[in-house]
Every structure is written in structure tokens, then in C-alpha cells.
């Protein structure tokens, strides 16, 4: 059974400071998207992952996906509270038949 | 807007009913799926469709649920005799074939089984 799991499941933080979210899995992903959700509402995609060891930047958020492609790292630099959200990870494989494999999420709370 | 779009946006029910909800995917996506999301888990999967073609269902999916894409665009999922133990956000996804399939979700419709 394929499995990625996300920590923390849940971060409180001040306005201002950076936070790390990690996602893992023990199989190895073609692929792998990042994609925050707000409460009420679906998924909206941030990023997708392909190459082993990629670095993507999106303003303020860094996404890094492993050099094995089995795990992947969210970094946000100096929050903000329009950051508040369910951050999910979702990766693709051929073991799965290439269907997304999903986290259960991080729920990042961003205090003023 | 050009994005996945969903109906309703709630839906309240009691025990026993049956309901019917609506995706319309991005129009030129061949792939639509179906997803469950209950609080503080991932979207659970539970069907694709590639163009008409049903291709795949979870099978932990009830034989009380369905889902048609009849013309290969929009989609619809019914739930029939719905039990509390449905409520949850159904979520809808579409992607192309190529690309890496990246999925681009609706906002979901969110159900409450009384």
C-alpha cells in the first residue's frame, strides 16, 4: 500500500516566521503536487514536482521534491496570514496506476 | 471562469433520500474524477472517467453510489438510500491525458445527511 505521509498535522505560528511542512513516502513518485485547500472549498494547486532533487519557488513558498522523488518539502519564508490553510501533497506513480496518492495534510494557522 | 465548476454547493438530506450532484470539468480535460474529503483527511478517491469510459472505482465505493459522464463532458455522481456516514465534501477533478496529469479541483459540494 503506497502512503505519503505529512508532518506536522498541524503548525500554529506568529506572523513573520518560517515553517517547514514535509511530505514522505518509502515509494518512489513520477511526480508530486502541492496543493493548499481553504475551508469550504477545493483543493487549488500550488506546484508539481517532477525531477528528483527540483527546487520550485513560488514567492514566498519554496517546494523541493527529493533526489529519490519519495519525498518533498514546503518551506515558507516570513508567513503571513493569508497562509492559513490545509496544505496537501498528492503524488503520482506507476504503482498506483497513476492515480494521486494523497497526504492527509498539514493545517497551518498563521496568528497576527 | 473556465475552472472546474460544481452543484450544488450544498446539499442537506435527510437519511434515506437520494441525491444527485453536478461537475462541469474544464472543457477540453479528458479525465474527470470523483473524490470523497471528510474533516482534517486527504480527498479519498473514489471514480475516474476518462472521456465516457468509467475506468476505475475505488472499492471501498458502496453499490448505493454512481457516477455517469455521458457525452465524455460534464459529470454526475448519486448517491441512492444516503446514510450519515455520507456526509462529507464531494470533490471533483479534471486533468488532461498528457501533462502529467496535474488535477485542477472544483470547490466541491458539501453534504449533510440528518
Known amino acids: 500500500t503506497q502512503l505519503l505521509e505529512q508532518s506536522p498535522q498541524f503548525l500554529s505560528i506568529q506572523e513573520g516566521e518560517n515553517l517547514t511542512v514535509y511530505c514522505n513516502s518509502s515509494?518512489?513518485?513520477?511526480?508530486l503536487q502541492w496543493y493548499r485547500q481553504e475551508p469550504g472549498e477545493g483543493p487549488v494547486l500550488l506546484v508539481t514536482?517532477?525531477?528528483g532533487g527540483e527546487v520550485k519557488k513560488l514567492k514566498r513558498l519554496t517546494f523541493q521534491f527529493g533526489d529519490a522523488r519519495k519525498d518533498s518539502s514546503l518551506h515558507i519564508t516570513a508567513a503571513q496570514t493569508g497562509d492559513t490553510g490545509l496544505y496537501l501533497c498528492?503524488?503520482?506513480?506507476?504503482?498506483?496506476?497513476?492515480?494521486?496518492?494523497w497526504g492527509a495534510g498539514t493545517k497551518l494557522i498563521i496568528k497576527p | 471562469d473556465t475552472g472546474v465548476s460544481q452543484n450544488p454547493r450544498h446539499k442537506i438530506t435527510k437519511r434515506g433520500q437520494n441525491v444527485t450532484f453536478r461537475c462541469d470539468p474544464i472543457?477540453?480535460?479528458?479525465?474527470l474524477y470523483w473524490y470523497r474529503q471528510t474533516l482534517g483527511q486527504g480527498p479519498e478517491f473514489l471514480t475516474y472517467?476518462?472521456?465516457?469510459?468509467?475506468?476505475?472505482k475505488s472499492r471501498l465505493l458502496s453499490d448505493r453510489f454512481s457516477a455517469e459522464r455521458p457525452k465524455g463532458s460534464f459529470s454526475t455522481l448519486e448517491i441512492q438510500r444516503t446514510e450519515q456516514g455520507d456526509s462529507a465534501m464531494y470533490l471533483c477533478?479534471?486533468?488532461?491525458?498528457?501533462?502529467?496529469?496535474?488535477?485542477?479541483f472544483g470547490p466541491g459540494t458539501r453534504l449533510t445527511v440528518l
Open positions: 477533478a479534471s486533468s488532461l491525458l498528457a501533462g502529467g496529469n496535474t488535477q485542477y
Open positions: 472543457s477540453e480535460h479528458n479525465r
Open positions: 472517467f476518462q472521456n465516457e469510459a468509467q475506468l476505475e
Open positions: 515509494s518512489v513518485f513520477s511526480s
Open positions: 514536482v517532477v525531477t
Open positions: 498528492a503524488g503520482l506513480s506507476r504503482d498506483s496506476n497513476y492515480q494521486l496518492i
